[in-house]
């Protein structure tokens, strides 16, 4: 390949990176489908401006998951690590031999030898690290329970990767047909004792160097106040584990990972992040082009039923056997489905693994082409099983439906209902029975109920927006509603059904910001509350404090500037989407407050120019 068609090649996959991803993210997809689907329209089976260096940068760009590993390590301290033990080695075992058996029961009738069946089942038992967290980060869920329970599932299938290597040349024995001589790596002369054993030391060594060596030199290069050496470092680092895992036949991800776990508790955590984080999406993004040209449309073309078939069988079964194991572990509906889709493509290291068996003659030609464009077509289809999961089955959880019936409500009498006892509503009602008031609590989240009621909260699950409920909760003896809600649509239906089906039950409203106050006081309701505008308040009275304010001026210019605030406020809800009245009014309120602090400044008392505003947002005399 000439230098020219290298940066040929380089141009168009980074100009297909530029504009997919922008263009993926407006049209509501992830970057992940923009990328594939660049690559698909890019390549071989396309438009053909992939061509022969498609192999090489697709192994370079497989570097950029080795980084991504070594981040995901950088976020586990070991004392998290531990505490994941039960999902990685129980969850992750259950998921991979599961999967990996119905998978090769599945491909019994269409395999030549169990030995081909067992690798089919084991490759696509995988699924795609890169996709998955780059999705849950994108989602924001990666640090929830069901979203640590999927990293831990990752972790164990990038860790079975040695055993799944290690077990390969025991498979392909004389006995076996397409069993050949293969020598790849270091270890290969080893018997599989001593290959376990030289594999235990060298994981031990890297803890060791990793703990003693490597945060000397890091400390050193930080020192000498380089940063383009620090950078150097923190890759020299990555390259160096990739290439002696590679080299002793190991996991290279496995090795990175735990380089980053060794370093995640060291004072030089950030400083590596910010380095390769941009390393990390580059190369990713080429990494996901990549495999989008490799997608075999020929393939379809001539055996469009097979492909199809075995594909939405494919994902089909591992559905169905990842929903099985979420709800053996206990996961509730929601967690189950997310769990589920989360995991129901094939992985980016199974192009490895079918190269590897191949060349052990596990796999014969036909299999490792099929197996090829089933991982490929599925990694393509994982953000859009994502998605569904995301905006079709959440939200149907979230409205209850699959979900346990509603709880009886049953009370002695009621002065408050609490719809919503998330953060917000959970303070509201602490203070009001610490106040001897009576409260009916509701909350539509099946695992925050059982949470709260482990801590003596009398919390009734159902939905705020059933009439019927609502009547069984005491809404026509009550004397208010608080509405705290995390959903800004359903809180404005929860507006309207009150207002209508019990006009005489006062409405206290957590809104989310200041055009949904605008909204809901269209609606008639006078108070709202801003979920983060009494927060902001505080900060800021504590900001003049310590800027020199007296406590009491900080006080009273809060106090003044809340008032002048509110009564813009339901001013600008008259407007009704009337944007140049918006913008007037909004400098409006800039220079009056301004005018309004001046005068107290000065000790003036309220003029024309600083008029206050009464209740229904007219000018009145002081």
Known sequence: MTLNELLLGAMVYLAAAVVSAPLAKRLGLGSVIGFLAAGALLGPSALGLLGQEQESVK???????????????????????WSLRRQIFGLGLAQVLGVAAVLMGLSLPFTHYWQESLMVGLILAMSSTAIVLQSMEEQSTLKTPVGQSVFSVLLFQDISVIPILALMP?????DFPGGTDHSGNLMSEFSPLAQGLITVAVVAAMLLLGRYLARPLFRFVAEWGAREIFVAMSLLIVVAITLLMTQLGLSPALGTFLAGVVLADSEYKRELEMDLQPFKGLLLAVFFIAVGAGIDFGLLAQKPVLLLSALAAFIGLKLITQFLLAWAFGMTRPDQSRFSFALAQGSEFGFVLIGIAAGFGLLTQDISALLTALIALSMVAAPFLMMLDEKLLQPRFADGDFLRE?????????????????RFGMTVSRVLNAQGKRTVLLDIDPSQVDALRKFGFKVFYGDALRADLLESAGAREAKLMVIAIDDREKVTELVKLARHDFPNLKLLVRVFDRTHAQEIMREGV????????????????????????HPYEANRAISMFRAHDE????????????????????????????????????????????????????????
């Open 59 to 81: 192994h370079f760009a497989e570097f950029g998951v080795i980084v991504m590993l070594f981040l995901v390590g950088l976020e586990l301290e070991p004392a998290r690590l």
């Open 170 to 174: 025991l498979l392909a024995t004389t």
């Open 526 to 549: 006078e108070t709202v509350y801003r979920e983060v505008f009494g927060t902001s308040m505080d900060l800021a009275r504590d900001a003049l404090v310590t800027l020199g304010k």
């Open 406 to 422: 509603h709880d009886v409500i049953t009370h002695d009498g009621v002065d408050a209902i609490i719809a919503g006892h998330g």
């Open 567 to 622: 009564r813009f406020l339901r001013k600008a809800a008259k407007l009704n989407g009337d944007e140049a009245g918006l913008v007037d009014l909004s400098r409006q309120s800039r220079a009056e407050i301004a005018r309004v602090f001046a005068a107290d400044k000065s000790g003036e008392t309220a003029t024309a120019d600083n008029a206050w505003y009464d209740e229904d947002g007219e000018k009145s005399s002081a």
